[in-house]
T-cell receptor, first 113, second 114 residues
Framework: GENVEQHPSTLSVQEGDSAVIKCTYS??????FPWYKQELGKRPQLIID?????GEKKDQRIAVTLNKTAKHFSLHITETQPEDSAVYFC????????????FGKGTTLSVSS | DAGVIQSPRHEVTEMGQEVTLRCKPI?????LFWYRQTMMRGLELLIY????????DSGMPEDRFSAKMPNASFSTLKIQPSEPRDSAVYFC????????????FGSGTRLTVV
């Protein structure tokens, strides 16, 4: 089955700096890669996603890149703000096959002002 | 729609007791997922259903765990007997398609087994 590795497990940045979180996946058939943000004590919520026919996607300060050949994808957050502090999870699935999302172990991002 | 509803929000039980977690998915969603979250293992997929039928239960850790979905609006995750290592936050999520962006998580049940 699919296995998703996520790095780093913790990341501390200064407000205004950029943050990058990287994930690798094992199943070359995976074609859907979402990112979830989980604030303390809250449920995970989708912040951005990318499908295998796209190499990069942006939404304001966040962007995701995908390298299918290398089987890795990354989340980029620019101009970080204290409210970006949370746990971020990457995930992968074979969307068309109706398989469930498999999540990475998460990255705790701390943005200090 | 009220979203995915999980109950109870918190559960404290003694080792050896039976625990039942409940989930009501979003109306119309045909997939339902149970995940377990711990610091060490992150979000682990336990089992998921499509149209009330279990599709993959390979993530269920032991025979002590069981899940049912008797109808489209209700699912349960049961642990019997419970052990301290079962302490975690259990999330239920539902979607219109398994890997779609339509995943909506419930608020979770924080289980503590003492």
């Amino acid at each position: 089955g699919e296995n998703v590795e996520q790095h780093p497990s913790t990341l501390s940045v200064q407000e205004g700096d950029s943050a990058v979180i990287k994930c690798t996946y094992s199943d070359s058939a995976s074609n859907y890669f979402p990112w979830y943000k989980q604030e303390l004590g809250k449920r995970p919520q989708l912040i951005i996603d990318i499908r295998s026919n796209v190499g990069e996607k942006k939404d304001q300060r966040i962007a995701v890149t995908l390298n299918k050949t290398a089987k890795h994808f990354s989340l980029h957050i620019t101009e970080t703000q204290p409210e970006d502090s949370a746990v971020y999870f990457c995930a992968a699935s074979m969307n068309q096959a109706g398989t469930a999302l498999i999540f990475g172990k998460g990255t705790t991002l701390s943005v200090s002002s | 729609d009220a979203g995915v509803i999980q109950s109870p929000r918190h559960e404290v039980t003694e080792m050896g007791q039976e625990v039942t977690l409940r989930c009501k998915p979003i109306s119309g969603h045909d997939y339902l997922f149970w995940y377990r979250q711990t610091m060490m293992r992150g979000l682990e997929l336990l089992i998921y259903f499509n149209n009330n039928v279990p599709i993959d239960d390979s993530g269920m850790p032991e025979d002590r765990f069981s899940a049912k979905m008797p109808n489209a609006s209700f699912s349960t995750l049961k642990i019997q007997p419970s052990e301290p290592r079962d302490s975690a936050v259990y999330f239920c999520a539902s979607s219109l398609m398994a890997g779609s962006r339509g995943y909506t998580f419930g608020s979770g049940t924080r289980l503590t087994v003492v």
